[in-house]
């Protein structure tokens, strides 16, 4: 009896720390979700508010519009086109949004390490999209409620809650692609070559198009060297020391917008800034927003044919590209040149969409967006295509086509003998050996007498030492 009590006892015992632990758990989750709903975003408040209090003491209008300035900066770093005493300016600057974006990368990743099913990751993405909806529920409320005050029109509601959404759930996605993008691809069907095409057809096409913006930054620093007169003249519109630094820091947060246009016109597609036209065939200027950094806007080239010297940038890129994709199988050559080009056009696409937008009554900055895309599609493309030709014809691709068809046939043979047809391993086993072997390092002593060691740890010798 007493044996039966203990036992029982202790079975009470475990059932009340199961209970515990499983409690402590889901209060852990919970907790966790929470966290994830409201960190980056209550962050980003508080942040924006310090912005906004500085900005209404430095201008000495009070802080009756405070919660409408608040309202109103959540919406513009959402990408929220706003309407302001009627003139409506969707061309936002870039450089928060992206901060944004980062924060919201390396914050979610970590959090899904230790969620595997996808009802946890289900939870964990509606819990990083949750949080800031009702931030720009609030925000929204904020402009709606001081519209009265401020002349500022309420946005696109639809467009407010959407551009949330896109930007927590792909930062959120982002982050959580990072460790199980390749379970992904196997459970889409990616796997052997086509998994090495389309691994290296994204890498390749997102490196082209960050080739192509960075030679956009690199032209935007010539051109600020090239005009910087007109650049401090511009500067000089601030008046104070509040109106420098205002302009200054505005233009720095402009300033991938202006980037991404510049790339876009690298590529031959006509960029209208404002009044002015960025254009390699034919520029001209107008008038731009009152920004200094749009003063580098360039005019008629001092040379002509400057056009030729400019689209040496998207050739060059579409040149590295289609080195990148070579293989002696024509067929996969033009599949990673296919997915360089479409990978690579639909980052331009996004990073134009994003960077373009309407400046009031000056009319439209930035690119057409499916112009661009289409612009970089086609030099990849086509480009990459010639080069596929070329190295498809060389005497070595072909050689190594004929080896790899060698080993194809040969393998059929040695899999039909051994009873292993349908085994599609012993193949590509037999394929992947067409390549020479690297060969393993060999050792040698002085004497040459002693035979060949195939390791260093064969040379790793100690003497018998003898107890004292």
């Known amino acids: 009896m007493a044996a039966r009590n203990v036992s029982l006892a202790a079975r009470l015992r475990h059932a009340r720390q199961v209970q515990r632990d499983r409690a402590q758990a889901t209060a852990g989750t919970a907790r966790e979700l929470v966290i994830v709903a409201f960190a980056v975003p209550l962050a980003t408040l508080l942040l924006l508010a310090v912005i906004a209090a500085i900005t209404l003491g430095l201008s000495g209008s009070g802080f009756g519009a405070f919660g409408t300035v608040l309202g109103s900066a959540w919406l513009c770093l959402h990408q929220v086109p706003l309407s302001i005493g009627g ?16 924060a919201v990368f390396r914050y979610t990743g970590p959090s899904a390490r230790l969620r595997t099913t996808p009802a946890d990751l289900g939870a964990l993405v509606g819990a990083a999209v949750g949080g800031p909806l009702l931030i720009t529920a609030l925000a929204y409320a904020l402009v709606l409620d001081g519209s009265s005050v401020v002349p500022v029109n309420p946005p696109n509601a639809l467009w407010a809650f959407g551009a949330t959404v896109l930007i927590y759930g792909l930062g959120t996605i982002a982050g959580i692609a990072r460790r199980d993008w390749r379970d992904w691809c196997a459970q889409a069907g990616l796997t052997g070559e086509r998994f090495d095409d389309a691994v290296a057809g994204v890498r390749t096409g997102v490196l082209a198009a960050l080739m192509l913006i960075g030679a956009g930054g690199v032209v935007v620093c010539v051109l600020l060297a090239a005009n910087w007169p007109a650049v401090t003249r511009a500067m000089a519109g601030g008046n104070r020391f509040d109106g420098y630094l205002g302009l200054t820091l505005v233009s720095l947060l402009y300033l991938p917008n202006l980037v991404v246009d510049v790339a876009g016109a690298l590529l031959g597609v006509p960029v209208p800034l404002g009044g002015a036209m960025i254009d390699v065939f034919n520029p001209h200027t107008g008038s731009v927003p009152a920004l200094p950094i749009t003063a580098i806007a360039p005019g ?13 940038v998207p050739l060059a890129v579409a040149i ?14 033009l599949r990673r040149v296919a997915i360089i080009a479409a990978v690579a056009a639909v980052v331009m696409f996004v990073a134009t969409l994003a960077a373009a937008g309407t400046v009031g009554e000056l009319g439209r900055a930035g690119g057409q967006a499916p112009t661009v895309a289409l612009f970089t599609f086609g030099w990849v493309l086509v480009v990459g295509a010639v080069i596929a030709l070329l190295h498809g014809s060389r005497e070595e691709t072909k050689a190594q086509r004929s080896a790899a068809a060698a080993a194809l046939a040969s393998s059929a043979v040695v899999g039909h003998e051994d009873g292993f047809d349908d085994d599609p391993t012993v193949v590509l086993a037999v394929v992947e050996d067409v390549e020479p072997e690297v060969p393993t390092p ?15 740890e064969d040379l790793m010798f100690f003497d018998d030492i003898a107890p004292d």
């Open 442 to 456: 060999a050792f040698y002593r002085p004497d040459g007498d002693t035979p060949v060691v195939d390791d260093v």
């Open 320 to 333: 590295w590209a289609g080195l990148r994709a070579r293989h002696y199988d024509p067929l996969r050559n």
């Open 87 to 102: 003139v409506k300016i969707s061309a936002l600057p870039l450089v928060p949004t992206i901060a944004l974006l980062v």
């Open 300 to 312: 008629p080239p001092p040379i002509r044919y400057l056009w030729a010297v400019v689209l040496v």
